[in-house]
Every structure is written in C-alpha cells, then in structure tokens.
C-alpha cells in the first residue's frame, strides 16, 4: 500500500506499524505518530495502517 | 538553587547540544564545563539511525535531558511532540516551546498556556520558554508549570538581557519559583548578570556551539554562571551616586 513516511511517499508491504519499523529496518528509540496522532510504542503492533496514511517516526536529534 | 520539579541541580547551567562543529566537541564542551542538563530535540530518523548514536553519546554524558518542542506554531503539535519526546527520552520534562513570530521567535504565550494546562494535567513537569511578562507568568503558574523560562533576547540573537528591568521585577513578583533566563545569552558577563539577580539558571546554546571554541566558551560560561549566583548569595551593595572612600581617613599623614 501507498504511505507517506516522514513526508516521503512510500510503497510498503507492512500491514502494522510494528511492521512498518521492521521493514524499514528502524529499531532503537524513535517516536511514532500516524496522521498527526502519537502512537506509543506498546500500541505498535495493533496499530493497523490504511493506504494513504502519514506516518512520522522521529528519533533523539540535537536541540537547543 | 530553588529544585527544578524536586530535581535539584549541581549548578546552574543548561547547555543545547544543537550546532557544534563536530560530536566530540559537543561531547568535550559538555564534560569540561560541567553542565547540568543538556537540552535535546527530536526529528525525523534519517538512514542509518543517526538519533540512536547521538541519543548513546547524551547517555554517557550522564547529565539531566530536558527535550523541546522546537518549531512548534500549534498547541496540537507542541502537544504531540512533547508525548513523542516523554517516550523516547523517558522523562516528564519538556521544555515547552511555542513560536509565534517568525522572525524573532517570540513565543505565542496564548497558546503557550494552554499548551502547558494540557501537558501538566497529563503528568508533564513543563518548563515553559516565556516573556518576561508577570500575568502570562501568573497564568503558567496556574495551569501547573513550577518553572518559569523568560527569554532574554531572541534565540541566536546574543544579545543579552534586553529587558533586565523586567526579569528583576519577574525575580521579585516570584521569590519561591525557580526562574531559568533561556535564550539570548551572548556571554559569559550576560549569564553571570542573570545570576547576579537572583535566577536559578541559564539556558544557552548558540553562544557556545558557535563560538570560536565551544569548549572554552562553556567552561566560560559555567564560571560565570557560578560567579553570578554566589555573588547574589553574597548580598551585593547598592549603587550609589557619590564617592565612598574605603581607605580609613582616620590616621592619614599630614603631608602637605
């Protein structure tokens, strides 16, 4: 199916958002949030995703 | 020092990992002065999940995170970001930052109290990057936030404390709450004048990630902080307008 991931378009195999991380190979801390909605990590794996959605998954960065 | 929501820190200042000309400068500038809390944010991995290598050199720096909401216009994405960060980071601080204005990045203090009434109902402890501005303060304080974060100049500009008139009567409006002069400093003298009049802290980053040498300048920074703070515990004197002689009169040669 057809997604956004962190504002690029995607075609993915996954049906979950667990999925999703390991089909990108994306592991370690990271955030997730689908279609503006946070998604904590426990909800990873039941979290199923929809054609179109947008999916940001965000990781520590430097800040000020 | 007044503790940070029952955290009580080692010394006064808060030092931004953003801008630093390498990792290991960034790494030697944190270790060498000493900062008590590093200031983090979150963006989206990239390949090769850079945020995990830098998220394992903060953790050996062994020092209090607080993460942001940079960027954020809207309460919903302040809100959202800071839920983002209190998973990734494992912490309830935020440093709520809500922008207004493009070019100053003043922050849209409206928005800014909701934000934090939300992010405190939720369990966040919020450290909220402010005006000096005593009723936006007074509204803080009562959505929840036990730290005020009062600009003093705008973020990068280095300019100091434009307005200390106002930090002095924020000082004095809020004797029991801990105050944090965040954004603006351009140097040492700066951050040393904030603790001169009585804040608990600093935030700083680009007057050190930019400087010539950033570790030095850190160092700078600390001695200053540290300076400034215990010459308040010191009681300084008042100003006055007329000469003072410090050298006794009394026992004075007749010379002349």
Same mark, same amino acid.
């Given at each position: 199916?057809?997604?956004?991931?962190?504002?690029?378009?995607?075609?993915?195999?996954?049906?979950?958002?667990?999925?999703?991380?390991?089909?990108?190979?994306?592991?370690?801390?990271?955030?997730?949030?689908?279609?503006?909605?946070?998604?904590?990590?426990?909800?990873?794996?039941?979290?199923?995703?929809?054609?179109?959605?947008?999916?940001?998954?965000?990781?520590?960065?430097?800040?000020? | 020092?007044?503790?940070?929501?029952?955290?009580?820190?080692?010394?006064?200042?808060?030092?931004?990992?953003?801008?630093?000309?390498?990792?290991?400068?960034?790494?030697?500038?944190?270790?060498?002065?000493?900062?008590?809390?590093?200031?983090?944010?979150?963006?989206?991995?990239?390949?090769?999940?850079?945020?995990?290598?830098?998220?394992?050199?903060?953790?050996?720096?062994?020092?209090?995170?607080?993460?942001?909401?940079?960027?954020?216009? %809207?309460?919903?994405?302040?809100?959202?970001?800071?839920?983002?960060?209190?998973?990734?980071?494992?912490?309830?601080?935020?440093?709520?930052?809500?922008?207004?204005?493009?070019?100053?990045?003043?922050?849209?203090?409206?928005?800014?109290?909701?934000?934090?009434?939300?992010?405190?109902?939720?369990?966040?402890?919020?450290?909220?990057?402010?005006?000096?501005?005593?009723?936006?303060?007074?509204?803080?304080?009562?959505?929840?936030?036990?730290?005020?974060?009062?600009?003093?100049?705008?973020?990068?500009?280095?300019?100091?404390? %434009?307005?200390?008139?106002?930090?002095?009567?924020?000082?004095?409006?809020?004797?029991?709450?801990?105050?944090?002069?965040?954004?603006?400093?351009?140097?040492?003298?700066?951050?040393?004048?904030?603790?001169?009049?009585?804040?608990?802290?600093?935030?700083?980053?680009?007057?050190?990630?930019?400087?010539?040498?950033?570790?030095?300048?850190?160092?700078?920074?600390?001695?200053?902080?540290?300076?400034?703070?215990?010459?308040?515990?010191?009681?300084?004197?008042?100003?006055?307008?007329?000469?003072?002689?410090?050298?006794?009169?009394?026992?004075?040669?007749?010379?002349?």
């Amino acid at each position: 199916m057809k997604i956004t991931l962190n504002g690029t378009p995607r075609t993915v195999t996954a049906t979950t958002l667990a999925d999703l991380l390991g089909e990108c190979d994306i592991s370690g801390r990271v955030a997730t949030a689908v279609n503006e909605t946070f998604v904590p990590a426990t909800m990873r794996a039941s979290h199923t995703l929809n054609p179109g959605d947008r999916i940001e998954i965000l990781a520590p960065m430097q800040g000020g | 020092m007044r503790p940070f929501y029952d955290t009580p820190l080692a010394n006064p200042l808060m030092l931004g990992t953003a801008q630093y000309p390498s990792p290991a400068i960034l790494a030697r500038a944190f270790r060498e002065s000493g900062a008590a809390v590093a200031t983090v944010s979150l963006r989206r991995e990239g390949a090769g999940g850079a945020g995990q290598s830098f998220w394992q050199m903060i953790r050996d720096l062994k020092v209090q995170v607080l993460p942001n909401t940079a960027g954020c216009h %809207t309460v919903k994405e302040a809100v959202t970001t800071a839920h983002m960060a209190r998973e990734v980071f494992d912490t309830p601080w935020i440093k709520l930052e809500l922008i207004g204005h493009t070019d100053s990045l003043q922050p849209d203090v409206f928005q800014l109290v909701e934000a934090a009434r939300i992010l405190t109902e939720d369990g966040f402890q919020v450290f909220p990057y402010t005006t000096e501005d005593l009723i936006v303060a007074e509204h803080l304080l009562a959505a929840g936030c036990e730290v005020l974060m009062p600009w003093g100049a705008p973020i990068g500009s280095g300019r100091g404390l %434009t307005n200390e008139y106002a930090l002095r009567a924020m000082r004095a409006a809020f004797p029991d709450t801990p105050l944090v002069v965040d954004a603006g400093i351009g140097l040492p003298s700066h951050a040393a004048r904030a603790m001169e009049l009585g804040f608990d802290a600093v935030l700083l980053n680009t007057a050190v990630a930019r400087a010539g040498d950033p570790v030095a300048m850190a160092c700078a920074m600390m001695q200053a902080t540290k300076a400034g703070q215990l010459a308040h515990q010191a009681d300084p004197i008042e100003p006055r307008d007329m000469a003072l002689a410090s050298t006794p009169v009394i026992g004075k040669a007749f010379l002349t």
